[in-house]
């Protein structure tokens, strides 16, 4: 679920649609979402969304992003996976097999 929610905000993004109160409604019933997660990530997409297009799993790369600006928060890596884990309803181990996958094909489609 958190897939397709995410790959709606790209579309949203890419057709340059802006977040009204009304489509953020629409998300949260949608995708039963908070709205400020569906603000925060919808800005997120929107500050990347040059890269947006090049992303080829949208759902790990902001795992990993979220990840990793956590740990430069003062974060452990525990702590960091867990707050992303709680932020989109998914298990610890969930999110780091996502992003451990995704680090994965995305190192061995560097070497080919």
Do not use: W
Not at 20 to 38: A, G, M
Not at 94 to 107: E, F, L, M
């Amino acid at each position: 679920m958190n897939k397709l929610f995410l790959e709606e905000l790209k579309y949203i993004i890419q057709c340059e649609v802006p977040l009204t109160t009304y489509r953020l409604t629409q998300l949260e019933e949608k995708f039963s979402k908070r709205s400020e997660l569906i603000i925060e990530m919808y800005q997120l997409l929107f500050e990347k969304r040059h890269v947006l297009l090049f992303i080829d799993n949208l759902e790990a790369a902001v795992y990993e992003y979220l990840v990793n600006r956590e740990i430069s928060n003062a974060k452990t890596r525990y702590g960091a996976v867990l707050f992303v884990a709680n932020l989109f309803g998914e298990t610890p181990t969930y999110i780091k097999c996502k992003i451990a996958k995704y680090q994965q094909s995305s190192i061995s489609n560097m070497s080919a």
